[in-house]
Nanobody
Framework: QVQLVESGGGLVQAGGSLRLSCAVS????????AGWFRQAPGKEREFVAA????????RYADSVKGRFTISKDNAKNTVYLQMNALKPEDTAVYFC????????????????WGQGTQVTVSS
């Protein structure tokens, strides 16, 4: 049973930075993709970023490209989302997600989800 636990959310002023962490446990399959999604009030959940756990290839939503960076620490089984130059429109609950394959370029069909962490960016 894969479990994902996010941390690192909070309140930050526009232009500031935050780093989210996602601890992954229970993963036994050789191929894995880790992703980050977000959901703002009244909006649908949207893809933010993904990383191929084995090779390290990444993909980003256009809205965060150049500002956010997804990375991983294999030894710690942890995925990170470094968020810089934050904007008020980045305010949302951020979810860590995972799927047991290498389809990092496909922003759907994620199997495992964390509980979410709130990120609030004030103007």
């Amino acid at each position: 049973q894969v479990q994902l636990v996010e941390s690192g959310g909070g309140l930050v002023q526009a232009g500031g930075s935050l780093r989210l962490s996602c601890a992954v446990s229970g993963r036994t399959f050789p191929r894995y993709t880790a992703g980050w999604f977000r959901q703002a009030p009244g909006k649908e959940r949207e893809f933010v970023a993904a990383i191929n756990w084995n090779v390290g290839n990444t993909r980003y939503a256009d809205s965060v490209k150049g500002r956010f960076t997804i990375s991983k620490d294999n030894a710690k089984n942890t995925v990170y989302l470094q968020m810089n130059a934050l904007k008020p429109e980045d305010t949302a609950v951020y979810f860590c997600a995972g799927k047991p394959n290498s389809d990092f370029y496909v922003p759907t069909d994620y199997t495992y989800w964390g509980q979410g962490t709130q990120v609030t960016v004030s103007s």
